[in-house]
């Protein structure tokens, strides 16, 4: 679903943001993207998502590429950034049905799903208010609706789970899983670690924006937690 060749991003004044990265994202993986700040985790998933352009390798999303057939890649994609910066000028259905328009969601197919996650996401009786008026966490359960309306077949989140409450954080977490199940893939990064080793079935670690370990969560993980293993492979490549 998700293929990144030999990725290489350098912003001007020459810092290397991501070297010679590649890694593979199955249909039904969650897939977790994991490093300290700085190592290049949103410059990846800016790449991916078609917001950054980079200096060589290739990024595949559905056997299409990013670089040449970037439209046929964002319409089975979507993007949750760490901080939903979303129009404060619309109300919460507005919005929901900008994005519906551009994904080109039929009507009746709409109501139903806006009115189901809405629901779930206990914002249904506010979607007639203005964005401006939303809280922090309001505005993340809105982005994560307007994400899920098409049904992606990759969703790439960067730190979904900052501004949620326990609550919406279990309900996202199932939601990922219910994506995943019917053949959907999800990339995403945290820093919470416990998380993405109960929730995911692979992970990546990057560090200076170099991959440096990779693999089955159960088999990274399987005689000590991930927070061990992240802070063994990561002060091994401090050091050398």
């Not at 979507?78 to 080109?104: M, R, S, V």
């Not at 949620?164 to 959907?184: F, I, V, W, Y």
Request: one cysteine or more; proline letters at 2%.
């Amino acid at each position: 679903m998700l293929e990144v060749k030999h990725l290489t991003k350098t912003y001007k004044g020459g810092k290397t943001a991501v070297a010679d990265l590649s890694l593979r994202v199955h249909p039904g993986d969650i897939y977790g993207f994991i490093g300290h700040n700085g190592a290049g985790k949103t410059t990846t998933i800016k790449s991916i998502v078609g917001i950054h352009d980079f200096d060589s390798g290739e990024i595949l999303i559905d056997g299409k590429s990013v670089r040449t057939q970037s439209l046929a890649c964002k319409k089975v994609t979507a993007y949750i950034p760490d901080n939903p910066d979303i129009y404060e000028y619309l109300t919460g259905i507005q919005y929901l049905n900008f994005l519906a328009d551009i994904w080109q969601v039929s009507a009746a197919e709409r109501e139903e799903r806006i009115r189901a996650e809405a629901e779930d996401f206990g914002i249904y009786s506010v979607l007639g208010d203005l964005v401006s008026t939303y809280s922090h966490g309001m505005r993340q359960k809105l982005a994560i609706i307007g994400a899920l309306i098409h049904e992606p077949k990759l969703l790439v989140l960067d730190e979904p789970f900052v501004g949620l409450d326990p609550e919406a954080s279990l309900l996202l977490k199932g939601k990922m899983r219910a994506l995943c199940e019917k053949g959907s893939a999800i990339f995403f990064s945290t820093h919470v670690l416990e998380v993405a080793e109960k929730l995911c079935n692979r992970i990546a670690v990057i560090s200076d924006g170099r991959l440096i370990v990779e693999g089955d969560t159960g088999e990274l993980t399987r005689d000590k937690s991930l927070e061990d293993v992240f802070m063994e492979v990561t002060h091994h490549d401090e050091t050398n």
